[in-house]
């Protein structure tokens, strides 16, 4: 699985800036919160919109913050504590006790399968054998690591594409976002990969469909 594309980190950023509410506006949805990209650009630029819970509008500013964290410090190290900041920020407001580890059973909406309650030292060991062929692998490895491993009480999966996007943003590898038409494809996927712990279909399925990038 080889990089589908090169670029600088300062063009990768370029690239996220320019296309921000488009990722802000697909992973609002990836979290069944159905705003239109009209309506994500308003928010975005501070405005209300009528028909939303208050935590809606907050998940969507959050995720604004989240990028914007992501963006203008890029080179900070990725480890367990970024994690923790990255779902802190998506989660403030939103869901209890965002950005610490959960220390309680979870159930997860379409399948019986239950993870693990994390242990920090296993999490870390963990974290660190993430890798892959290409930067684009060990991104999408990681995101399916954290979605499956749900380290959090909520707000698993916006975490894992944001880290994800860290890894993709330094190393000029594009944009990992799913596009509206491949949500319901990807959460069959996506249980499937739950309830087996094999990540290779959706992880090509993720490659073919669901990165963005530019050529300069």
């Not at 699985?1 to 802000?24: G, H, P, S």
């Not at 405005?47 to 990028?67: C, D, P």
């Not at 190393?171 to 494809?185: A, F, L, M, Y």
Request: include cysteine; aromatic fraction near 12%.
């Amino acid at each position: 699985m080889q990089d589908l594309y090169k670029l600088t980190k300062e063009q990768n950023i370029f690239i996220a800036k320019r296309n921000i509410v488009d990722y802000i506006w697909k992973s609002a949805n990836l979290e069944n919160i159905a705003v239109t990209y009209p309506e994500t650009q308003v928010i975005f630029e501070g405005y209300s919109v009528e028909g939303y819970k208050v935590e809606e509008i907050t998940a969507i500013n959050n995720l604004k913050r989240a990028w914007k964290f992501l963006l203008n410090d890029i080179d900070l190290d990725l480890n367990l504590a970024y994690i923790c900041q990255i779902n802190k920020i998506v989660g403030e407001g939103v869901f209890l006790n965002p950005g610490i580890i959960r220390s309680t059973p979870v159930q997860i909406g379409g399948t019986t399968w239950q993870p693990t309650v994390p242990i920090e030292s296993q999490v870390k060991e963990e974290l660190e054998e993430i890798t892959g062929e290409s930067y684009t692998e060990k991104a999408l490895n990681m995101m399916l690591y954290l979605m499956r491993r749900q380290l959090f009480l909520d707000g698993n999966k916006r975490t894992a594409m944001l880290i994800a996007n860290k890894i993709m943003i330094e190393n000029g590898c594009g944009i990992i976002s799913i596009p509206i038409d491949k949500q319901k494809e990807f959460f069959e996927l996506l249980i499937e990969y739950y309830e087996t712990n094999n990540n290779e279909k959706i992880k090509n399925y993720l490659y073919k469909y669901c990165i963005d990038g530019m050529t300069f």
